[in-house]
């Protein structure tokens, strides 16, 4: 079990559904990531929240909408997403400056856009 | 443009079969590498962090090394447990709290 819980596991959800995935971590970690990973790919960035404070947006879509309410959770907001979506969404946290501090992933929940 | 390249893409072996598998990389200032186990249907599993050249770490049947081109991940007699794919990611010191992983090498051993 990883220390860092992502929920759901699965989702199928259809292109004109709202749905939201949920990240939590209780490790103390004050940077906690979003990526997205397609089969057979490495996982690519899409945000990075610093002290609840979104730093990092790589140019990702305004159908996702990153929230990250307190410093142990982390949510994605998902609306009128594209079946090229679907894909693999990992969470991730760790301690802010990151040089002696890996990042922890959760197990990711397996989105597919019908 | 700053890269990461993993070889070879997959790999299998034989149950105490030993072999390395690579990761190159070409970033403007090196803060560290990485490198995690990923099962599939899971999220990635750090492994190790390298900082420098000429710096080893290791862990059971798996030890990394870096140089200033390149990572190793050396796999001393792997058992089929070991099966997985193995990404290497590497910090830029200019960069902020990001990775950039390279494509992986699943690894295959089989009993």
């Known amino acids: 079990d990883t220390e860092v819980t992502q929920t759901p596991k699965h989702l199928v959800m259809g292109m004109t559904n709202k749905k939201s995935l949920k990240c939590e971590q209780h490790?103390?970690?004050?940077?906690m990531y979003w990526y997205k990973q397609k089969a057979k790919k490495p996982p690519e960035l899409m945000f990075v929240?610093?002290?609840?404070?979104?730093?990092i947006n790589e140019s990702v879509p305004s159908r996702f909408s990153p929230e990250c309410p307190n410093s142990s959770l982390l949510n994605l907001h998902l609306h009128a997403l594209q079946p090229e979506d679907s894909a693999l969404y990992l969470c991730?946290?760790?301690?802010?400056?990151?040089?002696?501090?890996?990042?922890?992933f959760g197990n990711g929940t397996r989105l597919t856009v019908t | 443009e700053d890269q990461v390249t993993q070889s070879p893409e997959a790999l299998r072996l034989q149950e105490g079969e030993s072999s390395s598998l690579n990761c190159s990389y070409t970033?403007?200032?090196?803060?560290?590498l990485f490198w995690y186990r990923q099962d599939p249907g899971k999220g990635p599993e750090f492994l190790f962090t390298?900082?420098?050249a000429g710096e080893e770490k290791e862990k059971e049947r798996l030890k990394a090394t870096l140089t200033k081109k390149e990572s190793f991940l050396h796999i001393t007699a792997p058992k089929p447990e070991d099966s997985a794919t193995y990404l290497c990611?590497?910090?830029?010191?200019?960069?902020?709290?990001?990775?950039?992983f390279g494509t992986g090498t699943r690894l295959t051993v089989i009993p």
């Open positions: 991730a946290s760790s301690q802010v400056g990151f040089l002696n501090s890996p990042l922890h």
């Open positions: 490790m103390g970690h004050r940077a």
């Open positions: 929240y610093s002290y609840e404070k979104l730093s």
């Open positions: 970033v403007s200032g090196l803060r560290g």
């Open positions: 390298l900082y420098s």
């Open positions: 990611a590497v910090q830029e010191t200019a960069g902020a709290n990001n990775l950039f």
